[in-house]
Protein backbone atom coordinates (compact mmCIF):
# COMPACT_ATOMS: atom_id res chain seq x y z
CA UNK A 1 0.00 0.00 0.00
CA UNK A 2 1.32 3.00 -1.09
CA UNK A 3 1.10 6.52 0.96
CA UNK A 4 1.89 10.14 -0.66
CA UNK A 5 4.04 12.91 1.30
CA UNK A 6 2.84 16.57 1.27
CA UNK A 7 3.95 19.75 2.42
CA UNK A 8 2.41 22.69 4.46
CA UNK A 9 -0.93 23.99 4.52
CA UNK A 10 -1.30 24.09 1.05
CA UNK A 11 -0.30 20.15 0.23
CA UNK A 12 -3.20 19.85 3.23
CA UNK A 13 -5.89 21.22 1.53
CA UNK A 14 -5.13 19.55 -1.66
CA UNK A 15 -5.08 16.13 -0.04
CA UNK A 16 -8.37 17.01 1.82
CA UNK A 17 -10.35 17.73 -1.55
CA UNK A 18 -9.41 14.61 -3.21
CA UNK A 19 -10.81 13.49 0.19
CA UNK A 20 -7.68 11.54 1.46
CA UNK A 21 -6.76 10.24 5.03
CA UNK A 22 -4.39 13.08 5.94
CA UNK A 23 -1.69 12.61 8.68
CA UNK A 24 -0.63 15.89 9.93
CA UNK A 25 3.28 16.11 11.54
CA UNK A 26 4.09 18.75 13.54
CA UNK A 27 7.60 16.82 15.12
CA UNK A 28 8.79 20.30 17.16
CA UNK A 29 6.06 20.36 18.91
CA UNK A 30 2.71 20.66 18.13
CA UNK A 31 1.78 16.78 17.15
CA UNK A 32 3.14 15.76 19.84
CA UNK A 33 2.01 18.14 22.49
CA UNK A 34 -2.21 17.19 20.86
CA UNK A 35 -0.35 13.50 21.30
CA UNK A 36 0.39 13.96 24.89
CA UNK A 37 -2.73 15.43 25.81
CA UNK A 38 -4.95 12.90 25.00
CA UNK A 39 -2.51 10.29 26.44
CA UNK A 40 -2.55 11.97 29.59
CA UNK A 41 -6.23 11.81 29.88
CA UNK A 42 -7.39 15.08 28.52
CA UNK A 43 -10.77 14.81 27.04
CA UNK A 44 -10.06 16.62 23.46
CA UNK A 45 -7.53 19.18 21.81
CA UNK A 46 -9.39 22.39 19.78
CA UNK A 47 -7.18 23.62 17.06
CA UNK A 48 -7.32 27.40 16.52
CA UNK A 49 -5.45 29.21 13.61
CA UNK A 50 -5.45 32.25 15.29
CA UNK A 51 -5.22 33.65 18.95
CA UNK A 52 -8.29 35.33 18.73
CA UNK A 53 -10.26 32.51 17.46
CA UNK A 54 -8.48 30.26 20.50
CA UNK A 55 -9.90 32.95 22.90
CA UNK A 56 -13.40 32.61 21.52
CA UNK A 57 -13.64 28.99 21.53
CA UNK A 58 -12.44 28.48 24.88
CA UNK A 59 -15.41 30.79 25.30
CA UNK A 60 -17.35 29.08 23.25
CA UNK A 61 -16.43 25.88 24.94
CA UNK A 62 -16.63 26.44 28.84
CA UNK A 63 -20.52 27.68 28.12
CA UNK A 64 -20.71 24.34 27.04
CA UNK A 65 -18.60 21.91 28.22
CA UNK A 66 -18.83 23.39 31.78
CA UNK A 67 -15.58 25.15 32.90
CA UNK A 68 -13.11 22.77 32.42
CA UNK A 69 -10.76 23.98 29.50
CA UNK A 70 -7.47 25.36 28.80
CA UNK A 71 -6.03 27.79 27.00
CA UNK A 72 -2.76 26.84 25.28
CA UNK A 73 -0.52 27.90 22.74
CA UNK A 74 2.59 29.62 21.47
CA UNK A 75 3.88 32.10 19.17
CA UNK A 76 7.65 32.37 18.27
CA UNK A 77 7.65 29.05 21.00
CA UNK A 78 6.89 31.07 23.79
CA UNK A 79 3.76 30.83 25.58
CA UNK A 80 1.35 33.47 24.81
CA UNK A 81 0.76 36.56 27.30
CA UNK A 82 -2.44 35.48 28.82
CA UNK A 83 -2.65 32.34 28.26
CA UNK A 84 -2.49 29.23 30.15
CA UNK A 85 0.16 27.37 28.62
CA UNK A 86 2.63 27.07 26.23
CA UNK A 87 3.09 24.35 23.39
CA UNK A 88 6.02 22.65 25.67
CA UNK A 89 4.24 18.43 25.68
CA UNK A 90 5.91 18.27 29.35
CA UNK A 91 3.74 20.60 30.54
CA UNK A 92 0.49 18.86 30.34
CA UNK A 93 1.03 16.46 32.64
CA UNK A 94 -1.97 13.97 33.92
CA UNK A 95 -2.85 16.64 36.81
CA UNK A 96 -2.91 19.08 34.18
CA UNK A 97 -4.80 17.77 31.95
CA UNK A 98 -7.27 15.23 33.14
CA UNK A 99 -10.91 15.38 32.31
CA UNK A 100 -10.38 19.03 30.54
CA UNK A 101 -10.53 20.13 27.26
CA UNK A 102 -7.66 22.17 25.68
CA UNK A 103 -8.02 24.81 23.04
CA UNK A 104 -4.26 25.54 21.47
CA UNK A 105 -2.99 27.29 18.68
CA UNK A 106 0.43 27.42 17.10
CA UNK A 107 2.35 29.18 14.54
CA UNK A 108 1.78 26.47 11.91
CA UNK A 109 0.53 23.19 12.97
CA UNK A 110 -2.74 24.34 14.07
CA UNK A 111 -3.38 26.63 10.93
CA UNK A 112 -2.19 23.24 9.03
CA UNK A 113 -5.11 21.37 10.32
CA UNK A 114 -7.20 24.14 9.67
CA UNK A 115 -6.68 23.80 5.72
CA UNK A 116 -6.99 19.63 6.19
CA UNK A 117 -10.47 19.99 7.80
CA UNK A 118 -12.75 19.32 4.76
CA UNK A 119 -10.67 15.66 4.89
CA UNK A 120 -12.80 12.55 5.56
CA UNK A 121 -10.05 11.86 8.25
CA UNK A 122 -7.77 13.94 9.94
CA UNK A 123 -5.06 12.05 12.23
CA UNK A 124 -2.08 14.04 14.39
CA UNK A 125 0.59 12.32 13.70
CA UNK A 126 4.18 12.74 15.54
CA UNK A 127 7.29 9.99 16.40
CA UNK A 128 5.87 8.99 19.75
CA UNK A 129 3.00 7.63 17.73
CA UNK A 130 4.28 6.69 14.42
CA UNK A 131 3.40 2.83 14.52
CA UNK A 132 -0.14 3.51 15.81
CA UNK A 133 -1.04 6.54 13.47
CA UNK A 134 0.31 4.61 10.46
CA UNK A 135 -1.21 1.07 11.58
CA UNK A 136 -4.88 3.15 11.73
CA UNK A 137 -4.43 4.88 8.37
CA UNK A 138 -3.73 1.82 6.62
CA UNK A 139 -6.74 -0.15 8.44
CA UNK A 140 -8.71 2.74 7.68
CA UNK A 141 -7.70 2.87 4.10
CA UNK A 142 -8.44 -0.85 3.64
CA UNK A 143 -11.34 -0.67 5.04
CA UNK A 144 -12.43 2.30 2.98
CA UNK A 145 -10.29 2.45 -0.13
CA UNK A 146 -9.16 6.11 0.92
CA UNK A 147 -5.88 7.41 0.06
CA UNK A 148 -3.57 8.73 2.50
CA UNK A 149 -1.24 11.36 2.44
CA UNK A 150 0.72 12.52 5.46
CA UNK A 151 1.74 16.32 5.12
CA UNK A 152 4.98 17.24 6.50
CA UNK A 153 4.00 21.21 7.96
CA UNK A 154 6.94 22.68 7.25
CA UNK A 155 7.53 26.28 9.71
CA UNK A 156 6.54 29.45 8.51
CA UNK A 157 6.51 27.57 4.89
CA UNK A 158 9.59 26.57 4.81
CA UNK A 159 10.70 23.32 5.03
CA UNK A 160 11.50 21.61 7.91
CA UNK A 161 13.74 18.34 8.07
CA UNK A 162 12.19 17.20 11.44
CA UNK A 163 8.81 16.78 10.08
CA UNK A 164 9.80 15.60 7.01
CA UNK A 165 11.81 12.80 8.47
CA UNK A 166 9.15 11.75 10.48
CA UNK A 167 6.37 11.56 7.24
CA UNK A 168 9.17 9.51 5.78
CA UNK A 169 8.84 7.31 9.00
CA UNK A 170 5.44 7.12 8.83
CA UNK A 171 4.89 6.31 5.19
CA UNK A 172 7.09 3.17 5.68
CA UNK A 173 5.59 2.20 8.45
CA UNK A 174 2.13 2.79 6.52
CA UNK A 175 4.28 0.94 3.26
CA UNK A 176 5.27 -1.68 5.36
CA UNK A 177 9.15 -1.46 4.58
CA UNK A 178 12.09 -0.27 7.21
CA UNK A 179 12.01 3.31 7.94
CA UNK A 180 14.85 5.85 7.86
CA UNK A 181 16.71 6.75 10.97
CA UNK A 182 15.01 10.14 12.48
CA UNK A 183 17.35 10.91 15.17
CA UNK A 184 20.17 13.00 14.45
CA UNK A 185 17.72 14.96 11.83
CA UNK A 186 15.58 15.69 14.49
CA UNK A 187 18.13 16.83 16.92
CA UNK A 188 20.46 18.74 14.19
CA UNK A 189 17.37 20.51 12.40
CA UNK A 190 17.04 24.01 12.77
CA UNK A 191 13.72 23.90 14.74
CA UNK A 192 15.30 21.70 17.57
CA UNK A 193 18.49 24.32 17.87
CA UNK A 194 15.71 27.15 18.49
CA UNK A 195 14.08 25.59 20.87
CA UNK A 196 17.27 24.43 22.58
CA UNK A 197 18.12 28.58 22.54
CA UNK A 198 14.16 29.24 24.27
CA UNK A 199 15.10 26.54 26.87
CA UNK A 200 13.22 23.46 25.96
CA UNK A 201 16.16 21.05 25.02
CA UNK A 202 13.80 18.66 27.20
CA UNK A 203 11.14 18.66 24.82
CA UNK A 204 13.34 18.30 21.64
CA UNK A 205 14.62 15.26 22.98
CA UNK A 206 10.73 13.96 24.44
CA UNK A 207 9.80 14.82 20.72
CA UNK A 208 12.60 12.57 19.07
CA UNK A 209 11.59 9.30 20.83
CA UNK A 210 10.06 7.02 18.04
CA UNK A 211 6.97 4.37 18.89
CA UNK A 212 6.51 4.70 22.84
CA UNK A 213 3.08 5.82 22.36
CA UNK A 214 -0.28 4.16 21.58
CA UNK A 215 -2.43 7.25 21.22
CA UNK A 216 -3.72 8.37 18.28
CA UNK A 217 -5.49 11.70 17.61
CA UNK A 218 -8.04 12.29 14.92
CA UNK A 219 -10.61 15.30 14.73
CA UNK A 220 -13.74 14.91 15.55
CA UNK A 221 -16.19 17.75 15.19
CA UNK A 222 -13.41 20.47 14.68
CA UNK A 223 -11.59 18.70 17.98
CA UNK A 224 -8.86 16.04 18.08
CA UNK A 225 -9.53 13.54 20.54
CA UNK A 226 -8.36 9.52 20.81
CA UNK A 227 -9.14 7.55 18.45
C1 LIG B 1 4.10 25.00 15.59
O1 LIG B 1 3.00 24.46 15.41
O2 LIG B 1 4.44 26.01 14.98
C2 LIG B 1 5.13 24.43 16.55
O3 LIG B 1 4.74 23.34 17.16
C3 LIG B 1 5.95 25.49 17.22
C4 LIG B 1 6.49 25.24 18.60
O4 LIG B 1 6.40 24.19 19.17
O5 LIG B 1 7.00 26.17 19.20
Redesign the pocket.
Known amino acids: MIARLAFSSEGALRAAMKGHTVIVI?T???ST?VTTILENGGVGVAPAATVEEARSKARELSGAFGGDVILAG?R??LRIPGFNFG?SPLEFTREVVEGKIVVLT?????KVVQQAMRAPLVIAGCLRNAEAVASLARRESLRSGRKVTVVH?G?RGEFSPEDYVTACVIKCLIEGVEPPSHEECVLNSP?AKN?AELGFWEDVKYCSQLNVSVTVPILRNGIFVKS
Open positions: DLRATEGGNTTNFTSRSL
